[in-house]
Structures are given as structure tokens and as C-alpha cells.
């Protein structure tokens, strides 16, 4: 029997500065032969994340690893099995896993890291790696448990129209919150936060400097914050935030790519001065939490409280330029490369 | 009868940058009458506190009032009772409270803020107000609530040399700290450190980087971070934290007065890395810890594992000296006032 391939996107060699197309290119690699237990799963939806830019770094990363030059990139993926050697998880099934930028992969069940197989009956597939996948999770921890968003708090999201900051607007509000303010880039972004993702106000960081913005829209304070770009808009929300204020520290887009407004690490007196708590978090430590948060939102999906939304790019060839398009913005909800599945 | 008076500091206007000697002056103001249930305090002791500098300035506080040009200062001081009209507080009684930078004072028992009356037998006057007075307070709960200071914890305290940080360091090792690294300026401060209040390792930040320093006396990281001063220190104990490290914020003298070293907001993509959490806090928010706090210490300081030390400055006249001396990091240990008391 010939040795199977699968086309993989690899990293060329690690970006000088802004990552670029040429760091990029898809490779024919072998796939292992199945071994006892295993699965080949031929991707049909892979995700394309915030974080993998700082993978691309060679710094290290604490809670995961790097991108290797030369090597495939990966991250979580949606895919059908094509062949089974694991009875519990028969061909036809579909399962989430860390296997993507490839088109099929060979993987043990273990390697689905809790997530494992899905029912396309209780939400739509791309909807496993959006609302109901990593990204709502990620959300839902950041709210929920990092920075307890209670009723009646004022909840500030920043970059409001991405993928975790789309969720976030929305569970914030399922969570009690009584004020929801988003910022994001340009217009037509802040418009849809507030027609879509019911955000109550919304504002551009491009065209206002956020410390402003958030004394017009919450002239009260805010409660929480939560914090997808540091920068400037993490010193913002601390002179924002009220005594005894949350702020869960998700990411800083901010130290990568457009919006390199920074700030002084001395603005954090603002924490001691109103007892702040800041709080990083990585969601893969609260695990426990996940059987509430997909009960709580396919119920909020179902009723149709919360919204999926989307952005899809087709085929294996166009991934590496969806994440560049995703590091420069151009996303709305959740970014995802959709494989066509006939190759 | 005619009204009595007392010698005050008043703030004569808000420092133009550092403050300087003309910015303050003794002055004689009236006392008011002995109301019933009032007291006539005469002040031995008076506690000059880092955190007046901010007070000197015009910014909200939150948790305080700023000083008022043309007024007199206020701050914790200790005091004999030369008059009462309060039955359970009898003259001669030693109490603590809040009026001092003034010779005499005329006091309700309810703004003694719970500290009230002292016993001189238990530990001596200046002891209350600094290992056993809100300053000791401030470094217990820091440690053993905020950063949560465990078994085993290597453990780095800025400003280790001043009131907080020379009872910090002493406490995290009762707390069961393993390893205990402070930071001062200059080698007679650092040499004490080691010598007199219990720290395993000192840097001097002048001398070296804080970053180098902690990764050469850390090697393997560090578990809690109490934060005096901020700035370049504070993004380097974010480095040097190991995952799931605490930071308490206690105070950020870096963004006053000599050491102007600063660093980048989004430092804090350590948090984010390694799940880390920062807490600024207020001491009195924590008066339920008081007693737990008041009965340890005092059984440290009978068996001499902790040790309490004073820098002392005499005469109402030299206050506001002390103040200048304190912020220049001219004291060891808390920086106090004696009152002669034979005005």
C-alpha cells in the first residue's frame, strides 16, 4: 500500500516583523499509517486564531508550543473520519481536534483534548468551533469565572467584533450585565455591535482615544473589562473601572501588528488606588466549567439569545492569508477556513 | 477659658513637582472644646507614610481625601490622653488615630478606625504604629490574603528596606516562605536586608537591572510579587513569575520621585501567558484580618523572629523633612516623628 499524503500549510521561516504571505507555503507531507486506537480525519473547518501570532515568535510561550520553521502549523480543527481503528469514534463521525492547517490528519481520540466527537444535529458544524468551540468558551471563562460579571455590572469588551469579543458582548448581557460597551476598528464594525451583537454603545478606537470614549459612554464607570488588545485600551478601562473592578486578561493584540498604542505599566496604580483585580488566564485550566457553558449556550443559541456569526474563507491554499487577514482586522465573529473536502 | 491652641503642619501649596521644604509650615491653629464623649490627645509617635505623596497632589483618590493648601496634613499618629469625656477611654490612655502632624489633637473614640487604644505593656509605642500598625498590617495582608503566600514560595518584595517591605520580607518567611528576595537602593540597604530582616538575597537596582538581577537570584522563577514601587521592577518580577503567579499592588513609588524607570503596558502579556494574577488592594478593606494579624505578629515579635526597626526623627519642626527624607528613600524601616510632649 502507497504511503498516504495530505497537503499541510507549513511555516517557511519565522516573520521579520509583520508575518508575510512568503513565510507561508503548502506542502504534500506523509501521513502516518494508522496505528491501533487511531483515526484518519479529513478536515472540513479549521480555525484560524489570535494566538497563533505570537506563536510564530520563537519567545517562549509557557502554555503551549511554537511554530517550528518548516514544519506544519496546527490548531483546532472540525473534521469527519474517514477511517476508524477506535470502536468508540466509527468512520462518519465528527470530532474537534488541535490537527488543523491540513486537510486530513491522523490522530488518537486523546489527542481531541476533551473536546472529541460533536453532533452536527445540536448545532451547525462551524458553530462547534465559534459559539460552542474554544472561542465561547474562551469568552465564557473570561466573563463568567475570571472576572464574575454580576447582574447589573457595566462589562467593557475590546475588540468587540472579533471572534471572543462577539461572544463575550453577547453572554456578558446573558450573564446580567446591564451596560455592554464594545470598541472595534472603524464604523462599519461598531455598527454591526451594536445591531448584531447587542452591545448597547459602541466606539472606535481609530477615530477616539478609548480613555475618552469610555468616560462618554460609561460616565458612571465600568465593572469589568475584558481585555483581547492591552495597549491603550487596557490604561483606558483603568481609569474606567470602579472600586473593586475585574479585569480578565485574555490577550494583547495590541503588542503585535496595527494598534501599537501603548501605555505606561504605571498606570496600574489605578489597581491599587480602586482595589483592582487583574486576572490572565489560559481557558484550558477551567475545563470544569465547559459542561455548563455548552448546556447554557446551545440554550442560548437555541433560543435565539446569542448569534453565530462568521467569517468563512474556502480552501487549504487560502488559510495562511485568512490569518494575515485576521491579524490586520478583517474579520467579523469568528474567522474559519472551510476545506472542500473533495481532494 | 480662653481656646487652646496646637502647633500643626499645614500644606502650604501643592508641590510643583518634587516636593520641597517651602511647601509645607508649622502653624499655630486653635483645637476645638472638649465635646462630650471627645478626647484631648496629646501625640508621641506620628507615622510618615509613602503614601502621602500622592495626597500632596490634586487627582482623586477614591480611597481618601487629598490634602488641602492652607491646611493642616492628617496620618496615623499615637498619642496620650490628656483629657477625656469618654468614660471608657481614660486620660492617660495610649490610643491610635488619625490626626496627626499636629501636637494636639480633639478626637471622637470612633475616629481612632478601630486601632483605638494600645497597650504600652505589650509592645512598645513605635512598634503600633509599624510592624504592629497599619504598616506591619498592610505587608500581612498583602502576603498572606492578597498574593496569597504559601509553603514553599520563593517570594520577591520591592522597596524591601522600607516599613512595608522590611516587615514583608520578615512575614513571608514566618508564611513559609522558602526563598526570599528583596530589592533596595544601594549596598548598606541591601547588606541590612540580608543581615537584619531575613531576606536570602538582595539587588540593588541602581546597580543592576531588576530583570538580571532576579533571574540570576531566581533562577527558577519566583511565586509572589509584592509591589512597592511599580515601573521597571513590576515588568520584571511579570517576567520572573512562574505560571499562576500573584502580584500584590501595594503602592507604585516609581511613578514619583527619584527612580523614573518605567516600562511598557503590555508587559502584562505575561499575565496572559502564564495565567498570573495581579490584585491592588486597601488595607482597610481587610479589618477582619486585624486580629489574626495583631496575634501572630506580636508572638513573632516575643520570640524575636521578627524584628522591628525604626528610623526616628524628632520635633514637629522636622516633620516635613522626614516626609522629603522618606520619599528620597532616606529611612530604614518605618520612618516615624517623636514628639518631645513638653510643649
Not at 505570537?54 to 510561550?61: C, D, H, Q, V, W
Not at 459542561?291 to 491554499?317: H, Q
Request: charged residues 25%.
Amino acid at each position: 500500500m502507497t504511503a498516504r499524503t495530505t497537503r499541510v500549510v507549513c511555516l517557511v521561516r519565522r516573520p521579520d516583523g509583520e508575518p508575510v504571505p512568503g513565510d507561508f507555503a503548502v506542502e504534500e507531507r506523509p501521513l502516518p499509517p494508522l496505528g491501533e486506537g487511531q483515526l484518519l480525519v479529513r478536515n472540513l473547518y479549521m480555525s484560524v486564531d489570535p494566538s497563533m501570532r505570537g506563536r510564530l515568535e520563537s519567545t517562549e510561550k509557557h502554555y503551549t508550543h511554537n511554530f517550528t520553521p518548516g514544519s506544519p502549523l496546527d490548531g483546532r480543527a472540525l473534521g469527519v473520519v474517514e477511517e476508524s481503528r477506535c470502536p468508540s469514534v466509527p468512520a462518519g463521525s465528527f470530532v474537534r481536534h488541535q490537527l488543523g492547517w491540513r486537510e486530513r490528519a491522523v490522530l488518537d481520540p486523546a489527542d481531541t483534548d476533551g473536546a472529541g466527537r460533536i453532533d452536527p444535529e445540536l448545532a451547525p458544524l462551524p458553530t462547534w468551533l465559534g459559539l460552542l468551540g474554544q472561542t465561547g468558551f474562551t469568552a465564557y471563562v473570561g466573563l463568567a469565572r475570571i472576572a464574575e460579571v454580576r447582574p447589573g455590572d457595566t462589562v467593557f469588551v475590546s475588540a468587540a467584533a472579533g471572534a471572543v469579543g462577539s461572544a463575550a458582548g453577547q453572554f456578558a448581557r446573558m450573564l446580567g450585565a446591564e451596560r455592554v460597551i464594545g470598541t472595534a476598528g472603524g464604523p462599519d464594525k461598531c455598527a454591526l455591535l451594536v445591531k448584531e451583537f447587542g452591545y448597547d454603545a459602541a466606539a472606535d478606537y481609530r477615530a477616539e482615544p478609548v480613555r475618552e470614549a469610555l468616560a462618554r459612554l460609561a460616565p458612571e464607570g465600568i465593572d469589568v473589562y475584558f481585555d483581547n488588545v492591552g495597549g491603550e485600551q487596557l490604561a483606558a478601562a483603568l481609569h474606567a473601572l470602579r472600586p473593586g473592578g475585574r479585569v480578565a486578561l485574555c490577550g494583547m493584540m495590541s503588542q503585535f501588528g496595527g494598534d501599537r498604542r501603548s501605555a505606561d505599566i504605571n498606570q496600574l496604580i489605578q489597581a491599587v488606588l480602586k482595589r483592582l483585580t487583574l486576572r490572565g488566564f489560559i481557558v484550558r485550566d477551567h475545563e470544569d466549567l465547559r459542561p455548563e457553558f455548552e448546556s447554557r449556550v446551545a440554550d442560548w443559541l437555541r433560543s435565539g439569545d446569542v448569534l453565530a456569526r462568521e467569517t468563512v474563507v474556502d480552501g487549504l491554499e487560502n488559510a495562511s492569508a485568512a490569518l494575515l487577514s485576521l491579524l490586520a482586522g478583517g474579520n467579523i465573529g469568528k474567522m474559519l477556513v472551510r476545506l472542500d473536502g473533495t481532494s
